[in-house]
């Protein structure tokens, strides 16, 4: 890892697999077996029409019936019909986009902050912030007193309901039927007065259906109350009852809940005031993103309820892996083709011909050499003085330095050579650059300027970020929310460097991640060039016979 922190070891990156996104229902794209036709802008067939305002799997649906799948007996709601053609057709009339009437401009039948999305701006994207306070505002009204039974805590929650967007309805509607009430306000919909109730009885139809019947089943039942609505409106119920349809207000009422524990935690209320502030600066942040906000919610309470080991605990953990990972490399060492290679690094640093540029390094003091001469075989030399610290013995430094070989294939690939010269001192070289000033201190968590023990691959990668690299390229909250050998303030740290990060910034197949060598980047990178170019040229380079 870099400075505080700013390490990683090879078994403590996990691997995180990512569930592809499903495309939402309204997106219009290909369909297999479906010829566009031959102008775009003219009249279409109804299939088409339906897949630009449904999707791919409304026309699958529709497909399947129309080509007799569904056998005259089947008693599904799908299949009743005799003419599927003209049932995609009547879908197709309802889902299909069309101008409001000027009643609905005015406001009659969306609520005034439904006109107000219309005549504005579109929204940008699917996922939408929430307003929670409608849904505790509802709640207040249904259970307020009425000893008159005359409605009007219900008369006030509908009209509440009927001032939200259709996305927003359907949304606090869900809520309102985890938190209880939705049934309770369905069975006195006969209160909803001086509101548009067809509007509000087709959303809370939706909310009834979801996850029981396709979009395309619900359009067909509900056609005579879907067709008067905005096609905006029609399009946010079609999403709602897609599947992958993404329940903010539910992630926002989760991820608070999250947010009162971790603030109860004993770890979050003994924080001094920069973490403090730090832990805060992470929950608003998060608050920005809501697909990931009960992720980072989650991972933040998981941080706060990990402990930390004691020095002496981590310090005798990671000798035993040190000790471990040097036998390993003195077998290695044993065998004779891996013995012939172990100067592979020092004469191609040792050639008279080479040209070097000095460039300063990231941390701990030092410059490195650079022979970038040739992009298809770039040499690099480096020299790093360590020395014991906190928990460190000599006897640990010697171990690092036993390990010297297997940092330099480690760190090298094909190339790109690295040459490592463990120094006795911290003085100058002739040329007057001093080397990388590096501790040992099996106490704490490895970083860029603690090489605290480990296996080549975590020195190698240590000493990348000597060179160039301010960041790791893995999930820093992936990886350090439960780290036991890492003070809570750093975890807190790096939980913030990862949340600004640019989008695509971490690599699987880097160094910086978890990979045994450096990829094309890396090396672009520490040859001080820039590396869109560079790696394009590296490639075509070494495809050259």
């Known amino acids: 890892m870099p400075e505080v922190g700013i390490s990683r070891s090879a078994n403590r990156v996990p691997t995180v697999k990512t569930a592809a996104r499903q495309p939402e229902i309204g997106v219009p794209g290909p369909v297999q077996g479906f010829r566009p036709p031959a102008r775009p802008n003219g009249p279409g067939h109804p299939f088409l029409a339906l897949q630009h305002a449904a999707g791919n799997r409304a026309v699958t649906r529709a497909v399947q019936r129309t080509a007799g799948r569904c056998g005259p007996s089947c008693s599904c709601d799908d299949c009743r019909t005799e003419n599927p053609l003209a049932d995609v057709q009547r879908v197709a009339s309802i889902v299909v986009p069309r ?119 619900f359009v067909l039942r509900y056609k005579d109350s879907l067709g008067p609505l905005p096609s905006d409106q029609r399009q946010d119920i079609i ?48 608050r920005k993103e809501p697909t990931t906000f009960v992720n980072h919610m989650t991972k933040l309470k998981l941080l706060f309820d990990t402990k930390v080991k004691s020095a002496d605990v981590i310090s005798g953990e990671t000798q035993a892996s040190t000790a471990g990972a040097v036998s390993a490399e003195q077998k290695r060492l044993a065998k004779p083709a891996e013995a012939k290679q172990t100067q592979l690094e020092e004469k191609a640093s040792g050639s008279p011909r080479r040209k070097w540029v000095a460039i300063p390094g990231k941390f701990g003091g030092g410059v490195y050499y650079v022979d970038r001469t040739s992009l298809a075989n770039i ?70 300027t603690n090489w605290a023990g480990g296996d080549p691959v975590g020195f190698a990668h240590e000493l990348h970020h000597l060179f160039a690299f301010e960041l790791d390229r893995y999930d820093y909250i992936e990886a350090h929310a439960d780290n036991e050998s890492m003070e809570i303030a750093d975890r807190l740290h790096w939980f913030r460097e990862e949340l600004k990060k640019p989008a695509g910034y971490n690599s699987a197949d880097s160094i910086m991640n978890n990979a045994p060598h450096p990829n094309g980047d890396d090396v672009c990178r520490v040859a001080g060039l820039d590396p869109a170019r560079c790696v394009a040229l590296r490639e075509k380079k070494s495809k050259t016979p």
Request: glycine residues 8%.
């Open 379 to 448: 040499v690099v030399k480096a020299r790093v003085f360590l020395k014991p610290a906190g928990k460190g013995t000599d006897k640990d430094v010697e171990r690092v330095r036993r390990m010297e070989d297997g940092i330099e294939k480690a760190a090298s690939t094909k190339g790109y050579l690295v040459d490592v010269v463990f120094v006795k001192s911290a003085a100058a070289d002739k040329f007057g650059n001093p080397p990388f000033t590096v501790e040992v201190d099996p106490g704490k968590w490895e970083v860029a």
């Open 239 to 286: 999403k709602y009852l897609d599947p992958t349809w993404f329940d903010s207000l539910k992630a926002t009422e989760d991820a608070e809940a999250l947010i009162t524990a971790i603030r109860a935690t004993a770890a979050f209320k003994t924080l001094e005031s920069d973490p403090l502030a730090l832990a805060e600066e992470i929950i608003a942040e998060s």
């Open 99 to 217: 101008e409001p009437t000027a009643q609905q401009q005015a406001g009659e039948w969306a609520g005034k902050r439904a006109v107000a999305g219309v005549l504005g701006a579109r929204r940008a994207t699917a996922v939408i912030q929430r307003d929670a306070a409608a849904a505790g505002l509802i709640r207040e009204a249904v259970n307020k007193p009425d000893p008159q039974a005359t409605g009007g805590g219900y008369q006030e929650a509908f009209r509440v309901l009927n001032g939200l967007p259709m996305y927003d309805m359907l949304s606090t509607l869900t809520a309102l039927r985890r938190s209880g009430q939705f049934d309770n306000l369905n069975a006195n919909f006969k209160w909803a007065a001086g509101v548009n109730v067809g509007r509000l009885h087709v959303a809370f139809e939706a909310v009834l259906a979801k996850g029981s019947v396709d979009a395309e089943a």
